[in-house]
């Protein structure tokens, strides 16, 4: 993959992201059942498609000998993350309002993008990996 197009996968990535932070976001204040499931509708959309794009950019960024590794770490930091997400969820259940936790979880996606943003090399300044075309 040259590197403009991994750009163009990153910078869609960090743009569902958003659209994932602002679906939580919108939960707590948009009026009844139908607009809440649109809300997180737009969220599970999103998500669904954050995951390919990073699974795809992960394999293909990583070098071919450690590739199962990478890819093995990645699984193991994924379910460390569910669980402890899950634990984090209901301690804050048990502590803080669901408007609340909405927040926090939109405001973390928001976060994650800026992240990526402060990571992500310019276009212009992407080195292309030998032998790509």
Known sequence: ???RDKFIVVALIALFVVVSG????AVP????VWLVGCALFFYGLANGVISP???SLLTQNAP???RGGIVSFDRLIQQVSKTTSTSIVGLLLVTAELPTI???LGI???????LMALLLP????AVATPGAS
């Open 1 to 3: 993959m040259r590197a």
């Open 22 to 25: 602002a679906a939580v976001v």
């Open 29 to 32: 204040f948009v009026p009844g």
């Open 53 to 55: 794009m990073q699974k």
């Open 64 to 66: 071919t000998e450690l």
């Open 102 to 104: 909405f927040w926090m």
């Open 108 to 114: 973390l996606s928001f976060a994650s993008v800026a």
């Open 122 to 125: 310019s276009p212009r300044n």
